[in-house]
């Protein structure tokens, strides 16, 4: 039997990550043994953060054409290795974009956010990987992509479901891109938001440029008390904890909240802040022991003195 502790989400949540109906994901379950929930004391299935991430992995392979009889088996790493396999296939056979630059790209991508096209979103997202490498891919693509969303969404040229679309695409894009690359034995770094942001793209951004950089990355969410934060840096004794603060919240709660977090962190844990709500926070409000990242550089440095 699996180990209880391992079942966080229940079946309406994995229906949200996976877009998979529930239906299908207790066929799945069923005829083909794909996952193996937890139950909780009261009878209800739990899945682990590994039993969604495959199904949102099986669920991509049969979306490109394969039949869920011949991938269910597969272990969570092969099917990975398969999906990355067809992705890059359909990359490198779609000639339409074939040797566009990041902007052409985001120009595409943010079409395809217009047409609610996630499947589209996600093919011209995966081509620019597969094109420009992962790095080009956050600072020269995604990052764009998503000041373009936000500013679309504000302009009213865009509705808060395009939104939703695009966030959601490129949330699962950033979280298989983190899982690949995170290396072994690195030092840990905590990535989260703070109390009320429930914005976290900024947060998945930074946490892919910091895993390219050499750090072990553990995503906490949105919205969590700076408490919670230091206390899963104490448990995972991670190096570093990095925070994206969006622009239009309130700058005095900000810098109060990174004050107190500061203050709960030991002095030798690093204190990374960024995002665009940053500039906004007046110099005097701002604590000191902080390293601000403008973009998405600078990790690299850090990683190498922890």
Do not use: C
Request: net charge negative.
């Amino acid at each position: 039997m699996k180990d209880a502790a391992g079942g966080r989400h229940p079946i309406r949540v994995v229906e949200q990550r996976t877009g998979l109906t529930s239906a299908t994901i207790r066929a799945w379950e069923r005829r083909y043994e794909a996952v193996q929930p937890v139950r909780s004391d009261g009878g209800q299935r739990l899945y682990s953060d590994q039993d969604v991430a495959h199904l949102r992995t099986l669920k991509a392979l049969t979306d490109g054409g394969r039949g869920i009889s011949s991938v269910a088996a597969l272990s969570p790493v092969d099917a990975e290795a398969l999906l990355t396999e067809d992705l890059s296939a359909t990359a490198t056979q779609e000639s339409g974009m074939a040797g566009a630059s990041p902007g052409d790209q985001v120009d595409e991508a943010y079409d395809r956010v217009r047409a609610l096209d996630d499947s589209g979103l996600e093919r011209v997202l995966w081509r620019a990987l597969v094109t420009h490498g992962a790095r080009a891919l956050l600072a020269e693509v995604l990052g764009p992509l998503l000041r373009r969303v936000g500013e679309g969404w504000e302009s009213g040229d865009i509705t808060p479901g395009h939104e939703h679309l695009a966030s959601e695409v490129v949330e699962q894009l950033l979280e298989r891109l983190v899982d690949r690359v995170r290396p072994p034995k690195a030092p840990i770094m905590v990535v989260s938001t703070l109390p009320g942001e429930r914005h976290g793209l900024g947060a998945r951004l930074a946490s892919a440029a910091a895993s390219l950089d050499g750090w072990n990355v553990v995503y906490l969410g949105t919205d969590l008390p700076v408490e919670e934060v230091a206390m899963a840096v104490t448990k995972l004794r991670a190096r570093a904890v990095a925070i994206s603060v969006v622009r239009g919240g309130d700058t005095t709660s900000s810098a109060h909240e990174l004050a107190r977090l500061r203050e709960l962190l030991d002095a030798r844990t690093r204190l990374f802040v960024g995002g665009s709500g940053v500039a906004d926070i007046p110099e005097a409000l701002m604590p000191t022991g902080l390293i601000q990242i403008v973009g998405l550089e600078g990790f690299a440095a850090h990683r190498r003195e922890a």
